[in-house]
């Protein structure tokens, strides 16, 4: 069934490290995977998409990993600082419509 | 810089009550989205509206109707308020053409007693 999951609910971090959040997905119907960011008292912020096509994608300090092979997004984060502190989740764009399916999201704590 | 602008931070709510979320984008986005956010669940994708007065259902659209009268405006209705529906309400837009990139309220947090 449709369904996009993460393999760990809470990552810890050092100041300073790169941090690598991982995503595993269901739908091979799709045809872009999103990351977004949520800060305490926030809602979702847009970090970066990569349409099913491609493998990787950089943006400012982050980069996307997309293994369709087994069905495995990533997103890496470098040089992580305090305030990249939040909950990621990964979502899915399912090919030819307006859903969005989303994780159940993973909380990244930063240790200064 | 894109703002959707969610009516209330915190609802309170009766179990019976009929319960109004508003949502204004100043985008000029045509599509617009409600989700509920729980913890362990992600956001579960309620209703969408991709034009005025156009509406689709999501995936947990039960218990819930909406209404889009003018372009900006993106309305959650709660028939009849009940405890199972406590959560964090969140409102969002996009482009039609780029909807990987969606703009998200504060949330609503509602709590039903």
């Known amino acids: 069934g449709e369904s996009v999951g993460l393999h760990l609910p809470t990552l810890s971090v050092q100041e300073g490290d790169n941090s690598i959040i991982n995503c595993a997905y269901s739908?091979?119907?799709?045809?872009?995977f999103i990351w977004y960011k949520q800060e305490s008292g926030k809602g979702p912020q847009f970090i970066i998409d990569?349409?099913?096509?491609?493998d990787k994608r950089q943006g400012q300090r982050v980069t996307v990993l997309l293994n369709k092979t087994v069905k495995h997004l990533s997103l890496q984060i470098a040089a992580t600082q305090p305030g990249d502190s939040a909950v990621y989740f990964c979502?899915?764009?399912?090919?030819?419509?307006?859903?969005?399916?989303f994780g159940a999201g993973t909380r990244l704590f930063v240790k200064a | 810089d894109v703002k959707v602008t969610q009516s209330s931070r915190y609802l309170v709510k009766r179990t019976g009550e009929k319960v109004f979320l508003e949502c204004v984008q100043d985008?000029?986005?045509?599509?617009m989205f409600w989700y509920r956010q729980d913890p362990g669940l992600g956001l579960r994708l309620i209703y969408f509206?991709?034009?005025?007065?156009?509406?689709e259902k999501g995936d947990i659209p039960e218990g819930y109707s909406v209404s889009r009268e003018k372009k900006e405006r993106f309305s959650l209705i709660l028939e009849s308020a009940s405890t199972n529906q406590t959560s964090m309400y969140l409102c969002?837009?996009?482009?039609?053409?780029?909807?990987?990139?969606?703009?998200f309220g504060q949330g609503t947090r509602l709590t039903v007693v």
């Open positions: 969002a837009s996009s482009f039609l053409r780029s909807n990987t990139e969606a703009f």
């Open positions: 509206s991709y034009d005025v007065k156009m509406k």
């Open positions: 979502a899915e764009n399912i090919k030819g419509g307006f859903k969005t399916i």
């Open positions: 990569i349409r099913s096509n491609m």
């Open positions: 739908n091979s119907a799709s045809d872009y």
């Open positions: 985008m000029d986005h045509e599509n």
